[in-house]
């Protein structure tokens, strides 16, 4: 799968909400849903790490590389991501730093699912991301 910049949104929604508290247990919800993908996926079982992974995002891996998200996922090469670092949430989407990665997440009515993962930052450009939807 080649690297195309994920234009993330969350900057104005960020500044919008900079003084809205949100709830632990939304914060532990993205946290879980986060490592949990990790684990699978580092455990080379990308059948179960999609069912962490947003919709279009399974799409698009079954297309590109293909044939299935989980042999998309398999190879995406994504970076060993290391810990939770931070973990930002606006609403329904959010956003986890990890020590060598950064995931982004969007709530669904069963749980917070990976819309983009494999994600740099650029400069004054939106992230880079290897997996995206």
């Known amino acids: 799968m080649r690297a195309t ?3 993330a949104l969350l900057v104005p929604i ?9 709830p632990q247990q939304e914060i532990r919800a993205v946290s879980e ?4 993908f990790t684990a699978r996926h ?3 079982d990308n059948a179960a790490a999609c069912e962490y992974v947003a919709p279009d995002t399974r799409e698009e891996l079954a297309h590109d590389p293909g044939p299935t998200c989980a042999a998309g996922l398999a190879e995406a090469d994504l970076p ?3 810990e939770v670092r931070t973990i930002d949430v606006y609403g329904h989407q959010a956003r986890v730093e990890l020590d060598q990665d950064t995931y982004f997440l969007t709530s669904f ?3 917070w699912k ?6 740099t930052p650029r400069h004054r450009k939106p992230y880079r991301c290897h997996v995206r939807g």
């Open 33 to 36: 849903a986060a490592t949990a």
């Open 80 to 82: 060993d991501p290391g």
């Open 5 to 7: 910049p994920c234009v």
């Open 114 to 119: 990976i819309n983009a993962a494999g994600c």
């Open 42 to 44: 580092q455990a080379s």
């Open 14 to 22: 960020a500044l919008t909400l900079a003084g809205c508290s949100v």
């Open 109 to 111: 009515a069963d749980g």
